[in-house]
């Protein structure tokens, strides 16, 4: 192995550290799923053309077919970035350190996310899709933001922007100022649990 490929598995080893140690530390916090209807306790799967990851800033980069799986929830994108943060202490361990002792005593989260579109959200019934997404883990939401579609069994909503709460589970469309929602409901559909769904984008 050449010493070019060794740091590039250095740096992939160092980024799904600590991108996979929210959900090893999900039973001391609060939710930290990212993607709609996921757990905070199932592992992030994260597979791309390339990944640069900046230990300095703390920012990992994925790029190329991106594709990102927790539980029954998948998201693909062209280019996602991930920005981290440290809990606890300002001198905590650094990256090597964090990486030696294992994913589970790192202490590093995610705090933020961007992904570069087109972005697709699949949740066992549910499709968004969407230019680009963000997600913000102090306010627990995804937003899909720009030429937004939301399908649930048939139903189709479409907006400017999708915004997603994690902890409450409620999906929001809304549209410019100029623009309205738009919905397309079928006549008995239904979610997953047999519950008619028309109503749940506003």
Known sequence: MTADRRKAAVALALALAFIVAPAA?????????FLPGASSKQPVSIEADKLVYFDKEQRAVYTGNVVVIQGDSKMTCSGLTIFLEKAGAPDAAPAADAAKNGAGSSSSH???LDAAGPVTVISKTQVATGDRATYDKAQNKVWLLGNVTLSDSGNVTKGDKLTYDLATGQ??????AAGRVKGLFTPGSSGPNGDDKSGAAK
């Open 110 to 112: 995610v705090k933020h």
């Open 171 to 176: 999906a929001t469309v809304d549209t410019g």
């Open 25 to 33: 530390a999900a039973t001391k916090e609060a939710s930290t799923s």
